[in-house]
T-cell receptor, first 113, second 115 residues
Framework: AQSVTQLGSHVSVSEGALVLLRCNYSSSVPPYLFWYVQYPNQGLQLLLK??????LVKGINGFEAEFKKSETSFHLTKPSAHMSDAAEYFC???????????FGTGTRLTIIP | GAVVSQHPSWVICKSGTSVKIECRSLDFQATTMFWYRQFPKQSLMLMAT?????????EQGVEKDKFLINHASLTLSTLTVTSAHPEDSSFYIC???????????FGPGTRLTVT
C-alpha cells in the first residue's frame, strides 16, 4: 500500500522568500512521485514528477523537488515566492507503473505581500 | 497537448434526480480514466477507475449503483450520480491517461450542488 503525508496544511511565506512544502511517502515498490497545484474551483495542474533517474526534478513556474529515498521524502521548493504561487498544492505517489495515484491532504500556500 | 475537458463545469439539481457528468480527452486516446471527488478544503479521493469497453473498478466504500461510470469510447467517460442527495454535493474531477499510463491529465472539475 502507498500513502502520502504532507506536513503543514497551511504555509505562509513572504513574497520573495523561499517556499518549502513538505511531502513524505511510503511505498512498497519504487515510487513515482508528483506535485500538483490547484487554483480555486479548478482541476489539478502537474508541477513536476519523479519517475526514475536524476533525483532533483525541475518543474514549471520555478519549482523543483528532490527525491530522497533514505528519507522517503519529496519536498517541493521555490527560491523566491511570487503572489501568483498562492494556491493549494498536492503531493501524490503511485507505485511505479501502477497508474493509481494516492494524494496527500494538501498544503494551502499563502503569499504575504 | 493532453487536454481533458469536463461538462458541465457546475450543476445544481434537486434531491432525488440524476445528473450526468462528461469527461473527454480532446487530443489523445484515453485508455484509462479516473473519477475523483473532493470535499471542500480536502484532498482528492479516488472513486473509480475505468478502462475503455470494460466495467469500472470502484474503490472500497463507493456505491457502484449510485455512481454509474461508463467509458464507451477512448475519448469519453461519463459519471452519473443517481438519485442525488445533498451529501453528494462535491467537486468531481476526472483524469485520463494514455496507453503509456505514466501520467494522469486532469479535467477542470465539475461542482455538483444538490438542493
Amino acid at each position: 500500500a502507498q500513502s502520502v503525508t504532507q506536513l503543514g496544511s497551511h504555509v505562509s511565506v513572504s513574497e520573495g522568500a523561499l517556499v518549502l512544502l513538505r511531502c513524505n511517502y511510503s511505498s512498497s515498490v519504487p515510487p513515482y512521485l508528483f506535485w500538483y497545484v490547484q487554483y480555486p474551483n479548478q482541476g489539478l495542474q502537474l508541477l513536476l514528477k519523479y519517475t526514475t533517474g536524476a533525483t532533483l526534478v525541475k518543474g514549471i513556474n520555478g519549482f523543483e523537488a528532490e527525491f530522497k529515498k533514505s528519507e522517503t521524502s519529496f519536498h517541493l521548493t521555490k527560491p523566491s515566492a511570487h503572489m501568483s504561487d498562492a494556491a493549494e498544492y498536492f503531493c501524490a505517489v503511485s507505485e511505479g507503473g501502477n497508474e493509481k495515484l494516492t494524494f496527500g491532504t494538501g498544503t494551502r500556500l499563502t503569499i504575504i505581500p | 497537448g493532453a487536454v481533458v475537458s469536463q461538462h458541465p463545469s457546475w450543476v445544481i439539481c434537486k434531491s432525488g434526480t440524476s445528473v450526468k457528468i462528461e469527461c473527454r480527452s480532446l487530443d489523445f486516446q484515453a485508455t484509462t480514466m479516473f473519477w475523483y471527488r473532493q470535499f471542500p478544503k480536502q484532498s482528492l479521493m479516488l472513486m473509480a477507475t475505468s478502462n475503455e469497453g470494460s466495467k469500472a473498478t470502484y474503490e472500497q466504500g463507493v456505491e457502484k449503483d449510485k455512481f454509474l461510470i461508463n467509458h464507451a469510447s477512448l475519448t469519453l467517460s461519463t459519471l452519473t450520480v443517481t438519485s442525488a442527495h445533498p451529501e453528494d454535493s462535491s467537486f468531481y474531477i476526472c483524469s485520463a491517461s494514455d496507453a503509456g499510463g505514466r501520467e494522469q491529465y486532469f479535467g477542470p472539475g465539475t461542482r455538483l450542488t444538490v438542493t
